[in-house]
């Protein structure tokens, strides 16, 4: 078994910001793509930032028992963590990347222990990551309202992982998830 961190966060919060940032990094990471039964967003790629399967096919695939974690993180809306993915990444002796939902984040924690570090990416407040998913302008009006409003439930989740970042500005935020990856892969500070 290889090493995991995991990112959690509410929608809009910068998690995909500070995975891409760390990715850049020499570091052996590498992100594991999960499967959704959304549609792809923008230059979205099938393989790229999510494996798209029909409902159908991601619903076969939970009854074939491929699947570490998944949830249906939005109503009629699953996302999952295939086991193949993350076989695949330690087969390459690389550390998985997870972003992941709440509930997720949590469970896969439970699985991996003290072999996974943990990380909720903290909004400054609920109005902020409102006007970040509207700067974002990837998704539809009452899709942004959704996710809003699950926000603060997810909120409720930042106590469960080994550490809250708070993405206000976002230099910081990047510099503090860097020492804490960094001692958590080399052991330094
Ligand atoms: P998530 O992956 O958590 O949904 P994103 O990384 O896509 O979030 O960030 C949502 C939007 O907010 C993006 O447009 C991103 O550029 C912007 N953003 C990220 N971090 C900050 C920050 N600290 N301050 C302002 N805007 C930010
Ligand atoms: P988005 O639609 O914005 O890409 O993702 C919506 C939510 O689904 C985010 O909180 C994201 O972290 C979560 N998510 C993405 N992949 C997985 C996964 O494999 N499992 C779970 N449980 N949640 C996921």
């Avoid at 499967?35 to 991601?58: D, I, L, M, S, V």
């Avoid at 939970?62 to 076989?87: N, R």
């Avoid at 390459?92 to 896969?108: Q, S």
């Avoid at 974002?136 to 809003?148: C, M």
Wanted: proline share 3%.
């Amino acid at each position: 078994m290889g090493k995991v961190i995991i990112f959690s966060a509410p929608s809009g919060a910068g998690k995909s910001t500070i995975v891409n940032y760390l990715l850049k990094k020499n570091w052996g990471l590498e992100f594991s793509v999960s499967a959704t039964c959304r549609a792809p967003r923008g230059n979205e790629q099938h393989g790229k930032e999510y494996y798209f399967f029909t409902q159908e096919e991601f619903k076969k695939r939970i009854a074939a028992d491929e699947f570490l974690e998944y949830e249906e993180v939005y109503p009629g809306c699953f996302y999952g963590t295939l086991k193949s993915e993350v076989e695949r990444i330690w087969a390459e002796g690389k550390t998985v990347l997870f972003d992941i939902d709440v509930v997720g984040g949590v469970n896969l924690k439970k699985k991996f222990g003290s072999e996974a570090l943990s990380v909720f990416i903290q909004p400054p407040s609920i109005a902020a990551l409102q006007e970040r998913l509207i700067g974002r302008g990837t998704d539809e009006p009452e899709k942004i309202e959704q996710r809003v409003a699950k926000a603060e439930y997810e909120m409720t989740f930042a106590e469960n992982f080994d550490i809250i970042i708070v993405n206000d500005k976002l230099e910081e935020a990047l510099a503090e998830v860097e020492t804490i990856v960094n001692k958590f892969l080399f052991g330094e500070e």
